[in-house]
Each structure stands twice: as structure tokens, then as C-alpha cells.
């Protein structure tokens, strides 16, 4: 064996620790799910600080007003300290839940991600939405004045349908996740609590031509969080219980 091949075994040998070592434990559960449409871990900015997709379905989020990226032991984005939050495009962020382009079996829409609440809002506010008021509505995943996680969706943009979790703390991550299951269940998943509604779920998601949005509701500064935000997702898809409980366990705060 000649003393560059020893060499070049020697390299690849460190190479391969270092690649063992970085292992993308925590993205690929988000890669995996099936329907991604977009995945934001906030660690991954470009120039302008916007947060980068990382699905590979290129719906990177433009950092409105000040929002900060920091680190806590996990990279985040600090959200509505002033009119301060992350949006979307029109039309990027769209699901309308029946996608033909989607199995039968999974069609549907889920989406979430890690909040941690700094303040709870004098208004209902935004925690990921894409939807304005009257006849705008669309999906809302929301938080109440009474710090209590909604999961909501309108078939027509005026009547919505949905499902309210128990109410969390301050200052501690949150998993908070949504499910629509078309014509047969909204879910609503806070850390490892499920909750559910079965009554009146429309078969459709109503389209709007509204921006999508992180700590931000309604289109309106008044109804954004004062949180902290860190691996979001959209999915056009319903995923299972297990492959929720998956990407919760991969991604716990450090």
C-alpha cells in the first residue's frame, strides 16, 4: 500500500467521525413526513435574517419588524416584542387539505411546532396561521387570552370549526401541535395531550389570498405572541400519532 493511500485512509477515517458526530438527528424526523411543505428551525437565516425553509420547498419565512435569532441551547426566534414576527407568501403556504397530488389516506393538513410563551396576549394572537378576518378565514393554530393553544379552520372563509387544548404555562417550551382530518376530526396535540373534535368538520380548508404567518393573526399587529418560536412545520397531510410523538421526541429542548 503506498503512503498516499494510507493518507487518504486516514482522512476519510476523520471525516467520517466528523460526519458520524453531526448526524442530522433533528431534521430528519421533519424530512421524513410525508406532504412537507415547509420546515423552519430558526437556525438557518440569509443575509436579510430571513428564516430559511429547510424541506427543500424553498417557503422561507421574511423576518417582519425586529424579530431576533438567539440560542438557548436550541436556536430560536424571539417573536412580538414589538410588531415583530415572520411571514410567508400568499399562496406558498395554501392547503386546502384534499391535494390530489396527496394519497387518499393522508390528505389533510398538520402543522406546529416549539413555542415558548413570554407574555399571554390581551388579544387572541397568532401562533401559526394563514387566514384574516371575515371572509378570509382559513387554518389557525392560535393562542387565546386565557393562554389556551385553538386549532381552527374554515370551509368557506366566514364559519370556522374548532378544537380548544388546556391552557399552558409561561416561559417553558411548548410542542403545540394541529390536525385536520378532512370531514372527520380536528386534533389538537400540546406536548403529549391530544384533544380532539369530530362535530361538524368540513371536508375542505377555504383558500385565502392572506400571507402565512409565525406569531402573527388576522393580518394585524394587535394579535401578534410575545414568544419564542423554534421548528415549525406545515405538512399537507395527516400525520399519525406516532410520527407527532416522533418529531416531539427528536426535538426536545436541549
Known sequence: MSNESIEIGRLWLQLKRIAD???????EPFIGLPGLLGYWPMSIVDFLGNAKDHSGASSDLARIGAPTFNYD????????????????????????GTEVWMASGLRGLTLGGWFKIDVVPTLTSGLV???????????ELILDTSNQPTFTVSIDGTATVQVLGSAIGVAS???IVGRFT????????????KTTNTTSI?????VNAQPFEI???????????????R????AASVLSDAAIESVRLATLPS
Open 21 to 27: 458526530s453531526l448526524v442530522p438527528q433533528v431534521r
Open 73 to 96: 441551547g436550541d436556536s430560536y426566534v424571539q417573536c412580538g416584542v414589538a410588531t415583530d414576527y415572520l411571514a410567508g407568501s400568499t399562496s406558498a403556504q395554501t392547503v386546502i
Open 129 to 139: 396561521t394563514k387566514g384574516g378576518g371575515t371572509p378570509n378565514r382559513g387554518y
Open 173 to 175: 417550551w411548548v410542542f
Open 182 to 193: 378532512p370531514s372527520s376530526e380536528l386534533a389538537l396535540f400540546i406536548d403529549q395531550v
Open 202 to 206: 368540513p371536508a375542505t380548508i377555504n
Open 215 to 229: 406569531a402573527r393573526r388576522l393580518n394585524t399587529n394587535t394579535r401578534i405572541t410575545e414568544c419564542k418560536v
Open 231 to 234: 421548528d415549525c412545520f406545515l
